[in-house]
């Protein structure tokens, strides 16, 4: 293989052509142009080597005579002992010194500023995508009308006189009957997520194809699933389940009645013998309670049920031939509560002596409803 190496190459064929021949004569002996820099410190966007094009003695001047396309190799940072990624600019000028319109990356991505109809009406057709006049006309074969809605893209098969919200325009499908699919292996997940500059999974939507459930997270945490049998469940739905520890005997008028077992509290809200309401909602409230050695002497008995927005109450008179060795006592209720208001249950007697005992066989429930 033949090397040139010279200060200037003119004019050397009769049609104002160069030509370069190699020597070689063998099988693979092409002609080799290399152009070389000498800088020693390659830093980012350094350029490489470029080819101009120019028509300097054109006699209109001005724009006519600058260059007015080039191809030039371009460093994307800092050359190292294991990097020397480069692009490939591809520069023309319409009236102005030649710029990049399309580049080429050291890892093989094409990017165009513009693609326009040159040839066809149906605009140009990149394999399986046609695009004409900026908008998508072809998408996998399937042809397109003009899209018209929407911010981003549009994929329209038919117009059905809607129009979009401008929350949510990025992506819009339009046609008769419309439809989006995901597809996956019959053992893994298909997914739908919401991401912002703090997560990119803070919420998801995700099908199992193995157990065929659906499952929605929100926050991170895991809100509502839905099993292939249609069953739903709620992991963190506010619901509780609590009773005495032991029985709280001789309660005095005006004394808290203590819960201090759970059996469930799911999302945490029952705490210190009171449930906090995590969100404002509708709550089904509901207790029953076995009450021994009850003074027919008290001209009353009630059990308040304190919440934030409202008192509730059960109240009877015992005035009985005797005192009562055990009672049942129930009460439920579907009360208002905002975030933050509390419930808790207080004793109250009038008169009589105060040696009512309050047994472990009684219990205190809620969940929120709506």
């Known amino acids: 293989m033949s090397e040139i190496r010279v200060d200037l190459i003119t004019e050397k064929t009769a049609d104002g052509g160069v030509t370069i021949k190699s020597t070689g004569t063998g099988d693979n002996k092409p002609t080799l142009l290399t152009l070389q820099t000498s800088e020693a410190d390659i830093a980012a966007n350094d350029v490489l080597g470029k080819i101009q094009f120019q028509a300097p003695d054109e006699g209109t001047g001005t724009d006519a005579i600058l260059v007015s396309a080039a191809i030039q190799a371009r460093s994307e940072g800092d050359f190292a002992a294991d990097a020397n990624a480069t692009s490939i600019d591809f520069m023309t000028g319409a009236s102005e010194a030649a710029a990049t319109k399309m580049t080429l990356s050291s890892a093989g991505v094409l990017s165009i500023d513009t693609i326009s109809e040159k040839t066809s009406a149906n605009g140009v057709a990149i394999d399986s995508l046609a695009i004409k006049d900026g908008k998508i006309t072809n998408l996998m074969n399937a042809t397109l009308s003009a899209a018209d809605l929407g911010a981003g893209l549009h994929i329209k098969t038919a117009d059905t006189g809607a129009s979009v919200d401008g929350n949510a325009d990025e992506l819009v499908i339009e046609g008769t009957r419309s439809g989006l699919s995901i597809l996956s292996a019959n053992n893994d997940f298909g997914y739908i997520l919401f991401g912002d500059d703090g997560s990119n999974n803070i919420g998801s939507i995700r099908y199992g194809h193995s157990a065929n459930d659906l499952r929605i997270i929100v926050g991170g945490n895991e809100a509502m699933v839905i099993d292939a049998t249609g069953a739903v469940t709620k992991p963190d739905q506010p619901a509780f389940l609590v009773h005495p520890a032991s029985a709280q ?122």
């Open 249 to 370: 005997t001789n309660i005095a008028d005006g004394a808290t009645i203590v819960f201090g077992t759970e059996r469930f509290d799911q999302n945490a809200d029952f705490a210190s013998n009171t449930f906090t309401a995590p969100v404002t909602g509708k709550y089904q409230i509901n207790f029953t309670a076995r009450i021994d050695a009850i003074d027919t002497d008290a001209s009353h008995i009630r059990i308040y049920f304190i919440s934030s927005n409202k008192t509730y109450e059960i109240i009877k008179d015992p005035n009985y031939t005797a005192d009562l060795l055990y009672s049942l006592w129930n009460f439920c209720a579907l009360i208002d509560m905002d975030a933050s208001d509390t419930l808790h249950l207080e004793y109250d007697q009038n008169v009589g002596t105060q040696q009512v005992d309050f047994q472990s066989q009684s219990f205190l429930s809620g969940y929120l409803v709506c």
